[in-house]
């Protein structure tokens, strides 16, 4: 499987254009044409270091396997990231956009394999259902990712990405369950309702 990454300036102008329908942080620009096309390339050269092995681990975790040959996953000025289309925007922290990217792609993997979850996420929501929708559906995620981080970057990284996402109520409390359970164990428990499928 293999990341294609892709500036298309018709994708981009949605962005832009809804960008400025809302009221952003004062002195904030959107980013030019050749800002994100410059910031689309630094991206792909990181990638290209890591990225093999990151999308082999994926697999290798979860023990699915990646679907489709090659993905896409375009650049933007400015946007919440996203699993589908894969979309990143750009970033000031390099390391932070290759770690956001990591975490779309754990929901891809999932995406390309909807067809054998329908016992994980019934389990997800029988278990813990007393958590917002968007929390139960990280605690995976973020379970997956803590390996990804201990395995390639280190506890440091990982603290720092966690950081970052105790900003959103509902991604802080998807990271205290991880921790409190254990990423090893969540990793386990999901394979486990996998291996029959």
Not at 98 to 123: A, P, S
Not at 137 to 155: D, L, Q, R, T
Not at 162 to 186: D, L
Request: positive net charge; contains cysteine; hydrophobic residues 35%.
């Amino acid at each position: 499987m293999k990341i294609i990454f892709k500036y298309s300036w018709i994708y981009d102008d949605q962005f832009r254009q809804g960008h400025k329908s809302v009221k952003s942080k004062p002195g904030y620009k959107y980013p030019s044409q050749k800002e994100i096309i410059k910031f689309k390339k630094e991206l792909e050269g990181l990638w290209q270091k890591d990225g093999t092995k990151i999308l082999e681990e994926l697999s290798d975790i979860t023990g699915l396997k990646w679907k489709e040959e090659k993905i896409t996953c375009y650049i933007v000025g400015w946007a919440m990231p996203f699993s589908d289309p894969l979309t990143i925007p750009v970033y000031k922290d390099l390391e932070g956009a290759f770690d956001t990217l990591t975490h779309e792609l754990v929901h891809q993997l999932f995406i390309q394999n909807e067809d054998r979850g329908n016992d994980y996420w019934k389990y997800i929501n029988e278990n813990y259902k007393k958590l917002p929708f968007n929390t139960r559906i990280h605690i995976p995620v973020h379970a997956i990712h803590e390996a990804i981080f201990m395995k390639f970057f280190g506890k440091e990284r990982l603290d720092k990405e966690i950081k970052i996402m105790s900003a959103y109520e509902e991604y802080k409390k998807s990271w205290e369950t991880v921790k409190k359970e254990g990423y090893k164990t969540i990793i386990k428990k999901f394979r486990e309702e996998f291996k029959s499928l």
